[in-house]
C-alpha cells in the first residue's frame, strides 16, 4: 500500500509468522508481535522520544485492555478510530487479493474505492431480514 505521505505498507500473510506487525525504518526494525516487542538493532529499544513524537504505551492485551478502560473509565491502548483505520488496512489488503492482486485506489474520506464497482461489492454483505442500516 502506498499512501499518500509517501509511506509504503507491505502487508503479508506469511503463516511462519507470529500474529503482529513490523515497522521498519531508516533506523532499524521494531517487531511489535503477539508475544512482546523486540527490535533490530537491540539499540532501538532504548530510544529516547521527544515532546512531538508520538509514544504508544504498551499494552495488556485486547480484552484485558479494554476491561482495564472500562473500569477505570479511562481510554485503551487503541483508540477507535485508529483501531477502525487498522482494521481497513487488513481488509483493504484482503479484498486486493479477492480482486485478482490488481491496483485498487482507496478513499479513505468516502471509505471506498472510487469507480470500482467490483472491489466496491467487497465492502458489505446483504443483512438478513428483520435487520438493516
Known amino acids: ?15 511462519a509468522f507470529p500474529m503482529g506487525v513490523i515497522f521498519e525504518g531508516t533506523e532499524g526494525k521494531v517487531y511489535a508481535l503477539i508475544n512482546g516487542i523486540r527490535t ?5 529499544m532504548s530510544t529516547r522520544f521527544g515532546a512531538g513524537d508520538v509514544v504508544l504505551r504498551r499494552p495488556r492485551g485486547h480484552i484485558p485492555d479494554f476491561i482495564h478502560a472500562v473500569r477505570t473509565r479511562g481510554v485503551t491502548a487503541a483508540p477507535a478510530e485508529a483501531a477502525h483505520r487498522a482494521t481497513t488496512l487488513c ?32 465492502l458489505s454483505k446483504a443483512m438478513r431480514p428483520p435487520w438493516r442500516v
Not at 1 to 15: C, P
Not at 40 to 44: G, H, I, K, N, T
Not at 98 to 119: M, N, Q, S
Request: include cysteine; hydrophobic fraction near 40%; proline fraction near 6%.
Open 1 to 15: 500500500m502506498a499512501f499518500a505521505n509517501g509511506v509504503r505498507l507491505v502487508y503479508d500473510d506469511h503463516r
Open 40 to 44: 533490530e538493532p537491540a539499540s532501538l
Open 91 to 122: 481488509h483493504l489488503a484482503h479484498i486486493a487479493i479477492l480482486t485478482g492482486g490488481r491496483k485498487l485506489r482507496w478513499d479513505p474520506i468516502r471509505e471506498c474505492f472510487p469507480g470500482d464497482a467490483d472491489a466496491n461489492r467487497y
